[in-house]
């Protein structure tokens, strides 16, 4: 009797959804047109020799032993890699602190997070040309206010300018990560804090014993987009430092570009795109990995 019940119950739910699949349609004729498409294009490209103007010719290998074997093309990952985990190391604290602060009671929270919120609004071209004036050493803000400290050549050494550009690109993305992480706070039962609190659990122990464990995937989920993020920050560098001093900031987005449309080698330019979408989707399967369960722990992590 009751697998009759159960089977006549289960039908239904079948037919709605088999008669609601074809919703997905347009979703999956855009991912197509616009990322599979696309790809598939780059891909055949990386295996071409063309200037962007003349005919494209098939060149083989030729630009994928021309990138493997180019000593630069270490040091561009190199950098990358070293601009992905500071940055995700500046961010991530401070992202977690910001949320947890915005998703209390205050009554300016609003204000708060419309004006935490205001950088992420901005242009990174804008952003990058305006902390280069504000850096100059010459007519900054150092010199303008007087600060020695201030008054340095903050884009033509290395190590500066790397710190620099992990700043900025940390103060403008900061605001997105917090908002991911508001939310996630919110979905946190009270209940939860509230008997913590009759076990005598103050607020550095609820924040470490509850918040942290209760944001495990949002964690993995801002990570995963900061993390892959990382990989195509082009216009800020492009604009702030242009890869330099030397090749101190060149990441590989950088590299691709000045391959391609100051090269005008779009063979070996493919190539690279070809290798920043290979490492993207390689680090967003291992935080996937690494934060272990699937979508149906995520929603019952907070139950």
Do not use: C
């Not at 850096?135 to 790397?162: H, K, M, R, S, T």
């Amino acid at each position: 009797m009751s697998t009759v019940a159960t089977s006549a119950t289960a039908a239904p739910r079948e037919g709605r959804g088999g008669s609601l699949a074809w919703l997905a349609v347009p979703a999956l004729v855009f991912f197509a047109g616009f990322g599979v498409i696309p790809l598939a294009g780059v891909l055949v490209l990386s295996f071409t020799s063309w200037d962007g103007l003349g005919d494209i010719g098939f060149a083989g290998f030729d630009s994928w032993r021309a990138v493997l074997s180019d000593p630069g093309l270490p040091h561009a990952l190199w950098v990358t890699f070293l601009v992905m985990a500071a940055s995700w190391a500046v961010q991530t604290p401070a992202s977690i602190l910001l949320g947890v602060f915005l998703a209390g009671d205050q009554r300016y929270r609003a204000v708060l997070s419309v004006l935490y919120f205001i950088p992420l609004l901005l242009s990174s071209a804008a952003i990058a040309i305006t902390y280069k004036a504000l850096l100059d050493p010459n007519f900054g803000l150092g010199a303008g206010l007087g600060i020695p400290l201030l008054v340095q050549d903050w884009l033509g050494e290395p190590v500066l300018a790397f710190g620099v550009v992990i700043f900025v690109v940390s103060w403008q993305f900061i605001p997105f990560h917090s908002l991911i992480y508001q939310g996630g706070v919110r979905q946190i039962p009270r209940s939860m804090y509230e008997a913590a609190e009759l076990d005598g659990a103050g607020r550095i122990r609820k924040f470490f014993s509850i918040t942290l464990p209760q944001l495990k995937y949002t964690i993995i989920t801002s990570s995963t987009l900061m993390v892959v993020g990382s990989l195509t920050f082009f216009d800020l560098i492009f604009v702030l430092t242009a890869g330099g001093p030397g090749d101190a900031t060149r990441v590989l987005a950088l590299d691709m570009y000045k391959r391609g449309f100051q090269a005008n080698l779009m063979g070996p330019a493919s190539v690279i795109a070809v290798i920043l979408v290979l490492v993207g989707l390689a680090l967003a399967l291992l935080l996937r990995r690494l934060g272990g369960g699937n979508a149906a722990d995520s929603r019952l992590e907070g139950a």
